[in-house]
């Protein structure tokens, strides 16, 4: 006999103004971001890909090109691209309140969730760059909202859509696959277990399956070239490792301290406390945190998880305040806390959003005493990575642009240019074309599984590489120029060489330069 379904229960209702009021100040404090820096590195390869749209790539889902097509589409412009971010931030604000909702939350709850999630400095920073990082909370959180009302409603038929969102969340980045198994713990150790003796979370499960199909498909015929990538990664070295205390305090940090309260309050309610029937949740958020500490993943990577855990947080304060005879039917008291929150954002704030020029944020950052911590070793320059990475693309394609024209034209017909990693060839590509650059050639990432190139040239203006790299590949080697921006990273301020009569030609050497990484 099935088990009978729990009785309905009434809600309170979503309180749209709250939600509006959070909305319109996460799109205010972002609308300086849209014009301010430059195209981040990863945003300019995002470009490149939606140029190419295909079922998968070497280092990321499908998705992320769709978003960088719809930007095209906009203009491409700094601005086009990214709107898009901005509007899954400000979709995120909207899904916290509604699983604050869902558990049980009235309009203080929601107000606390919402405005938590809107001055966390992670999801400032995620949001304000167009990522696949950016929409990944929204996937990941359109299932959590899914799961509590299977749990509240016993309505086991929303599996389905659970798949759907899972499916899509899938092809918007890989990482998905360690959520849903970190669903699937939580549901082990919890009484929803029986979910998994009925077959609409198997029909769900195959509704994931089939809409992630086609990038596995893409995964398979080109030798599943993300494992590979992923293998590379972790042999080099490439991300900080963490211990599990220092990944746990980087945590509290990207969330900000002063939202740290809230999101423990939620997952120990969760647990063992007034929302214990929602336990699958809190089993899922540690089983993930399991995952990413022995995974040695960078800190973000678990960030999309938070807002359950803050809608969570959000009830458990507003039912205290409930129970509390001191501040029972009181505004002030939460009115003190949404502002503390409030006033402690806007300070972080401008530490992750673009907000001011470099020179004041490395006064704000020293006044503060203040530094965010760097996730990949070889993150070298005076600003954080995910700034430093905004400055100095236009000024390197504006360098080559005049070396490649202080050649003769007979010899500009032989010349290539040699990107050596995906955010110069994206460079290249963006804001060559006005200059009269030829497409680069690039080995790096996917720009590898779209080689070799078609160049038979015997001249490449060369990037990044060192003299004493090109000397045994080139019949001579001349430095033609040097790039150096004072806020970008310490990576691409290099020499540029003009290597003349290369050994062998690109295609001959197109193995060989295999970057995957």
Not at 37 to 48: I, N, Q, S
Not at 410 to 418: L, Q
Request: glycine residues 8%.
């Amino acid at each position: 006999m099935a088990a009978a379904a729990p009785p309905r229960e009434s809600l309170p209702p979503l309180h749209w103004t709250i939600v509006l009021v959070l909305v319109v100040a996460k799109v205010s404090a972002h609308i300086p971001g849209l014009f301010r820096y430059g195209y981040f590195r990863d945003e300019l390869y995002f470009l490149d890909l939606a140029h190419h749209l295909d079922w998968g790539y070497v280092d990321c889902a499908p998705l992320v090109a769709i978003y960088g097509k719809i930007a095209l589409l906009l203009g491409g412009s700094l601005p086009a691209l990214r709107i898009l971010p901005l509007l899954a931030g400000a979709a995120l604000i909207a899904l916290t309140a509604m699983i604050t909702r869902e558990l049980g939350g009235g309009p203080f709850a929601q107000a606390l969730s919402g405005l938590c999630a809107l001055v966390a400095p992670i999801y400032l920073a995620i949001d304000g760059l167009m990522t696949m990082n950016a929409f990944e909370p929204l996937f990941w959180m359109g299932c959590a909202w899914l799961l509590a009302r299977i749990v509240r409603t016993g309505d086991s038929r929303l599996w389905i859509w659970f798949g759907v969102v899972a499916g899509l969340g899938l092809q918007n980045k890989h990482s998905t696959v360690l959520f849903g198994a970190a669903v699937l713990t939580g549901l082990l150790v919890s009484p929803q277990r029986a979910e998994l003796t009925r077959r609409w979370i198997w029909l769900g499960a195959g509704v994931a399956l089939l809409i992630f199909l086609p990038n596995l498909v893409w995964q398979a015929v080109h030798g599943f070239p993300t494992l590979e990538d992923l293998a590379n990664v972790r042999e080099l070295g490439k991300n900080v490792a963490l211990s599990p205390i220092g990944f746990i305090a980087q945590q509290i940090l990207v969330m900000h301290p002063v939202v740290f309260p809230v999101w423990l309050l939620g997952l120990a309610s969760l647990l063992g406390g007034p929302l214990r029937r929602f336990r699958v949740l809190g089993w899922t958020y540690l089983a993930l945190l399991v995952v990413m500490i022995t995974l040695k993943a960078k800190v973000y990577y678990l960030v999309p998880i938070y807002p359950m855990l803050l809608a969570a947080g959000g009830v458990t304060v507003e039912d205290w305040f409930e129970r509390w005879a001191l501040t029972r039917g009181r505004r002030w008291p939460r009115a003190a806390i949404l502002a503390s929150i409030a006033v402690a954002g806007a300070v972080l704030a401008p530490m992750f959003m673009p907000v001011l020029p470099p020179a004041r944020f490395l006064e704000y950052q020293e006044t503060l005493g203040f530094a965010p911590a760097k996730t990949e070793v070889a993150h070298i320059g005076p600003l954080p990575q995910y700034f430093g990475d905004q400055f100095g693309w236009p000024e390197l394609v504006q360098e080559v642009a005049e070396i490649y024209w202080s050649l003769s034209t007979e010899e500009r017909e032989r010349t290539g240019i040699f990107a050596s990693n995906y955010g110069e060839a994206g460079a290249i590509n963006h804001f060559g074309p006005a200059l009269g650059l030829p497409t680069p050639i690039c080995a790096h990432q996917n720009h590898w599984l779209w080689g070799p190139p078609d160049f038979k040239g015997d001249l490449v203006i060369w990037l990044q590489w060192s003299r004493e790299s090109l000397e045994p590949i080139c019949g001579s080697v001349e430095q033609v120029g040097e790039h150096h921006h004072p806020w970008g990273m310490a990576e691409e301020n290099r020499p540029i060489f003009l290597c003349r009569d290369p050994i062998t030609s690109a295609a001959e050497a197109w193995p060989e330069l295999k970057h995957w990484n």
